[in-house]
Each structure stands twice: as structure tokens, then as C-alpha cells.
T-cell receptor, first 116, second 115 residues
């Protein structure tokens, strides 16, 4: 089956640090990637949709200057949390899909971000 | 606007008994419907999907789901629950809109299978 690798799995860092999270589709070309944030005991909150070679589409209320998304190739998307603060601590999950809306999303294993 | 409702925060079922996890949706047009499962500190895993055709869809690990257009529901079912099925289950609806895919997830239902 399709595999999505997300790295790192866990990050602990000081307030003010910028953190980059990578999401790679290992065995298929992902035209579209999604970035989610998940709070404890809550559903996935879609942050942005990323299409290869174009700017990401951010959901309402998500600061695009805070959460920088780059989807430079069909197998890699990155999320950079700039100048992270404790309130940015969360579980971030990426997913990737082929360019057909009837295809399932394939998820990475998530990144636990803890800002001290 | 599209939405997904999972009315139960948690479902408890005894091992060996049938289980149902409920999902209803609201969307304009013909949606694609999905179920995913999430184990602790992991990403989501795809279970099954409904695109078109037979209303009863079979998926991974013995799960199935029934699409009911009149009731706008897509309940997840399994004839005999296993302890290892205990996890968080998400229903999702997906539409293509203006060149972009719009995906909406339900809030999730925690399934607890009791030995």
C-alpha cells in the first residue's frame, strides 16, 4: 500500500525556534498534500491544502506567515512553524493523495511538537 | 458547506459482539465517503470508501460500511468486534471544488472493545 513518511516524529524545542516538518510520499506521486493539526481528544483540523508547484490554500484562521508550507515536488511537502510558541504545541499530521478525489488519503504518523 | 457528524464520542462493545459507529453527513452534490482509524500517537489509516455502486462497502480488517443516501448516513460496522479494534475512528467526506479537494472529518468516535 501507499506509504507516507513524516519526520521528525517528535520535537521538543524552546520558544522562538522555527521547526520544519517533512512529509514524503514514498511510492507514489502526491499531487495534493494536506496538513492537519490535532488537539487532544479532538478531530483533525485542516490547516492547509498543498498542490505541487503552487501556493498552499490555507483554511480560515490559519496564519500563512506562521505556518509556511512548501510543496516543491510530487513527493515532498514541508511545514515550517516559524518562531514557535507554547500555544503551537500540538500533534501535526500530513497526508498525501493522488490527484483524484475518489482516492483515499495516506497519512504520515504525525509529529508531536512541544514548545517549552 | 459540507459537514460530518459522528454523534457518539465513545462506543463500548463486548468482544465478539457486532459493532456500529455512526456517521451522517451534509453536502451539496455527490460526496465520496471514507472511514479511517487512528491508533494512539499515530497517523490515520484508511479503512474503506464509498464512491458509487453497491451501498454496502467492505474494507480492511473485516469492517464494512453502509451508504444510505436518503438518511445521508455512512455507518461503520463489523459483525464481531476484537479487542484490537479499540481505537479512534473518523468518518470523512470529500468533494472536488474548483480544482481543489475539500475534505471534512468528523470529530471521531472512540471505540472500546471490552474483553
Amino acid at each position: 500500500g501507499a506509504v507516507v513518511s513524516q519526520h521528525p516524529s517528535r520535537v521538543i524545542c524552546k520558544s522562538g525556534t522555527s521547526v520544519k516538518i517533512e512529509c514524503r510520499s514514498l511510492d507514489f506521486q502526491a499531487t495534493t498534500m494536506f496538513w492537519y493539526r490535532q488537539f487532544p481528544k479532538q478531530s483533525l483540523m485542516l490547516m492547509a491544502t498543498s498542490n505541487e508547484g503552487s501556493k498552499a490554500t490555507y483554511e480560515q484562521g490559519v496564519e500563512k506567515d506562521k505556518f509556511l508550507i512548501n510543496h516543491a515536488s510530487l513527493t515532498l511537502s514541508t511545514l515550517t512553524v516559524t518562531s514557535a510558541h507554547p500555544e503551537d504545541s500540538s500533534f501535526y499530521i500530513c497526508s498525501a493523495t493522488r490527484d483524484y478525489s475518489n482516492q483515499p488519503q495516506h497519512f504520515g504518523d504525525g509529529t508531536r511538537l512541544s514548545i517549552l | 458547506a459540507q459537514s460530518v457528524a459522528q454523534p457518539e464520542d465513545q462506543v463500548n462493545v463486548a468482544e465478539g459482539n457486532p459493532l456500529t459507529v455512526k456517521c451522517t453527513y451534509s453536502v451539496s452534490g455527490n460526496p465520496y465517503l471514507f472511514w479511517y482509524v487512528q491508533y494512539p500517537n499515530r497517523g490515520l489509516q484508511f479503512l474503506l470508501k464509498y464512491i458509487t455502486g453497491d451501498n454496502l462497502v467492505k474494507g480492511s480488517y473485516g469492517f464494512e460500511a453502509e451508504f444510505n443516501k436518503s438518511q445521508t448516513s455512512f455507518h461503520l460496522k463489523k459483525p464481531s468486534a476484537l479487542v484490537s479494534d479499540s481505537a479512534l475512528y473518523f468518518c470523512a467526506v470529500r468533494l472536488q471544488s474548483g480544482g481543489y479537494q475539500k475534505v471534512t472529518f468528523g470529530i471521531g468516535t472512540k471505540l472500546q472493545v471490552i474483553p
